[in-house]
């Protein structure tokens, strides 16, 4: 059975900054990609950023410059550094796991989420 389990969530006043991990665990043969997406209240859930098994990355426009995704193949970690943190960026985060091999095939999970508030 596969589980993503986030941490690093709290409360941080504008211009913050905050770690996020996320670790997968299980019986995994591989993980192809790795990525954190977002929603805040009363809206639709958001990608926020990506990263392949290669290092391959991409930003939503709305983090880029302030936000950088990284991953541990070996421990199967994916981290979001968040910096400059403001009052929109607001929201559950939630880790994904994008085709995770395992014996009974290939499949993406999700995350339970972690909060994120940005608040003076």
């Known amino acids: 059975q596969v589980q993503l389990v986030e941490s690093g969530g709290g409360s941080v006043q504008p211009g913050g900054s905050l770690r996020l991990s996320c670790a997968a665990s299980g019986s995994i043969f591989s993980i192809y990609g790795m990525g954190w997406y977002r929603q805040a209240p009363g809206k639709q859930r958001e990608l926020v950023a990506t990263?392949?098994?290669?290092?391959?990355?991409n930003y939503a426009d709305s983090v880029k410059g302030r936000f950088t995704i990284s991953r541990d193949n070996a421990k199967k970690m994916v981290y979001l550094q968040m910096n400059s943190l403001e009052p929109g960026d607001t929201a559950v985060y939630y880790c994904k796991g994008v085709q995770i091999r395992t014996a009974s095939g290939s499949r993406d999970y999700w995350g339970q989420g972690t909060q994120v508030t940005v608040s003076s």
């Open positions: 990263i392949t098994s290669g290092g391959t990355t």
